[in-house]
């Protein structure tokens, strides 16, 4: 059984940071993209960092680029979204997802590419 579960989200102040991982279990995802999204209050689902299969690609939307890194560990089968600078409107369910063309050069943004899903792990910034 896959499981990709999520973890380090909580309650911080703006400019804070938080880091968050993602570990996945019951096959490995090395060849595979792994990406970052959020789901604000009563918004859609939405993109928000991605990394290709040898961290050689990395993708991030505009609203979180200089603040937020990805990284992964391939021998520990973990992405982890590094959150600096945090402002309230961060406040969000993350999802972690793996998926895409095996070896693909570049990393999709559409979550629609994505095969398995986390449960989420809640972030919230206060102000």
């Known amino acids: 059984q896959v499981q990709l579960v999520e973890s380090g989200g909580g309650l911080v102040q703006a400019g804070g940071s938080l880091r968050l991982s993602c570990a996945a279990s019951?096959?490995?995802?090395?060849?595979?993209?792994m990406g970052w999204f959020r789901q604000p209050p009563g918004k859609e689902r939405e993109f928000v960092a991605a990394?290709?299969?040898?961290?050689?690609?990395?993708y991030y939307a505009d609203s979180v680029k200089g603040r937020f890194t990805i990284s992964r560990d391939s021998a520990k089968n973990t992405v982890y979204l590094q959150m600096n600078s945090l402002k309230p409107e961060d406040t969000a369910v993350y999802y972690c997802?793996?998926?895409?063309?095996?070896?693909?050069?570049?990393?999709?943004?559409?979550?629609?590419?994505?095969?398995?899903w986390g449960q989420g792990t809640q972030v919230t910034v206060s102000s």
């Open positions: 019951g096959r490995s995802f090395s060849r595979y993209a």
């Open positions: 990394s290709s299969w040898n961290s050689g690609s990395t």
């Open positions: 997802a793996a998926g895409g063309r095996p070896l693909a050069t570049k990393p999709p943004r559409d979550r629609l590419n994505y095969d398995y």
